[in-house]
């Protein structure tokens, strides 16, 4: 028996914990790291720096725009972002030497003893400055740690948001600056963020060192950890290939356009004659059909509503995770205290929504395969099941692929670029991984796209998914449901095995366990075995709607009102269930690992009813809202608002010229901004990109089909619930979304 149990618990942590990382060269950096070292220059630095203090108009430009104390430090703010485009724009000629800005930054443990002089009576090697120049206050004053004129609460605000920060970064693939000294930290990664302007030729050290003498010698300790150039973001093939692929794309929309235009409208053909293929990437003809909203028998109307309302939550909970990851808060102890309230709770139980997509995919790749195939064309035609997946998701996931591995990257710029920067550098390294949908596995800590996680938990199952529907399409009911519910045990006792061998905390956030949400993350969020069980439940509805396709379910008031109650119970019990899982006390490890194995398939049997409900007649007023025709445009937008959504809110949040102020109000505010450029960056990569691939996919497999026609419906409409076979881009979304 013990044997059994080792053999057990190798099979699955070898399975679900077989990460592997790679290094990235400085050849995919987004910056040129070369150009940072060939304007460095020690002694021209020296040269410049007596320049500058004998002119006090130029020096005053670096002063200006460089270090000042962090605004709202008893609020937890540790940061200051200087004036970046105003050191970046100092050009100044004196005495025949062109001296230019370069903006740096360095970071300064909180705690440390500093044994600091009085200014006039300091002796700075080798400069005498003027009488007339005004020195930037610096955080520090007296002999004493300034962390000791803070009260302990304060002290304990920054410490759990530093941590929380750090994690964070750390677990999107953001560098992290950390110092090695143990005796310097007293209090992990809590430190001072501030900007330095300098001249080009000069790194922080040696400005610091003559300007103020040796710092190190009064016990100061820092570290520089980025500096930015003008033009420092070089050219690499990712950009080339970016500007022809795009400009391809236009070019032929312009010419596609042109050809729909004359044989419609000027011409005016009938729609048949013209030719489909020139017509193709016409954006007149895309734009009607994205626009056009026929109703379909038998589609399941209700989950346009339910993707789209999950996908407004996805949103809306990136907005505020941003502002923690790929922004800097004024007053993160007024987000903290917040964000640990139940006021919270609709944020903070946002991650569960992922687990709607999974089951609602889980609903139609078995809705839209079974009864429209018999089992021996099933198993000769899987190729074609397995191609439409991969074709139909491959334009728009390449397409941002591509977007973020280079135009993302000089659409602007700010003094927090490094987080776009990063992620720039991971898609130019790690892109076929991401297309090979194995970066949960292959590099969780560098994905290209850090959201695009869910494409590949949601392709790895329907890789196994055949197995499971060629019982299905055989027509034995006890057979298909034997297989689905089996599937659905060995899910959920795989990952309870795995979770209480691995004790995760339950929620990424956990403030009682800090330390632990990249340990989280890698080895449960993103992972097949933990995730997989609401896909299983999704599977089983999907079978129960086929069942009852085009019959009338009886069911009384009684059953009908018990199940409602049960369902919108349990979804309030899941949602309100995160606060205490993120109170600092909370110490409950059984809890934490029933939680991780059973919450998310709970979840996905509640909305599963729903759907279920909703499609057969007894959603009542809920039916009604979800399957208003608002949802229809976002519904056929979903795929795409998810996978270009997260990126730009890390170009908008890189923008960022100081730290930002929360609150709730504003927090909505900036997801309005982040939901409509989702929205028509989704509307446009569709139209020029999606639309496009869609017709050319479907004439492709149409071709490749002809011998099974049943299959080709199948395959079309996978996953979106449809019996029509007319082509209604992104509406056959080839996942949940």
Known sequence: MKLILIIFYFVIVSTVNGYVNIVIPDSKNAFDPILYEEVLDPQLCLEQMRILVNNSAVLSQFLDAGMRTPRGILKGNLVDFGNYYQCLEINENVENTNIEGKYCKISVPLEQEINWPTLPDWERPNITFPENITWPELPWTGRSSYSNSLSKETIEIIKNFQTLKTQSRRLFGVKVETFDEPDVLLMPDAAFTLALCIPKPCTTREVLTNFLGHLEGLGLQYRETACRLPNDKRWVAADYTAIVIFSILGLLAIISTSYDIRQTIILKREPKSVNKLYQSFSVYTNTRRLLTFNPTPGALECLDGVRSLAMIWV???????????????????????????????????????????????????????????????FIKNVHLFYLNRLFRLFPVLAAVILLQASIFNRMTDGPRWETVAEHTRFCRANWWSTLLYIQNYYNPSQMCLPHSWYLAIDFQMFLISPIFLFWIVSGRKRAAWLTLITGLLMSLIGATVYNFIMDFPSVSMSFSRPDDRTYYVHYYYVNTLTRSSPFFVGMIYGYMLHMYRGKKLSMSKVQTAVLWVLAIGIIIAVVCTHQPLMQSDWDNQLADNFINSFMRPVWALAVGWIVFACSKGYGGPVNWILCLPMWKLLGRLSYAMYIVHFPLMFVFNGTALAPIYF???????????????????????????DSPCSTLIKMLLGGGAKGSPQLKVATDQLE???TDVDFRPNQELKTAF
């Open 663 to 689: 609150s709730v109000e504003f927090s909505i505010h900036r997801f309005t901004t982040d939901f409509s450029l989702a929205v028509m960056s989704a509307f446009l990569i569709t139209l020029f990109v």
């Open 315 to 377: 949103i809306i909970g990136h907005t505020f995770v941003n502002q923690l990851v790929g922004s800097d808060m004024a007053n993160p102890a007024d987000m903290l205290q917040w964000i640990m309230s139940f006021n919270a709770v609709w944020i903070t139980a946002g991650p569960i929504t992922v687990d709607t997509f999974f089951m609602i995919s889980g609903v139609l790749v078995v809705y839209s395969t079974a009864g429209k195939v018999t089992r021996t064309k």
């Open 720 to 722: 979106n619930g449809k």
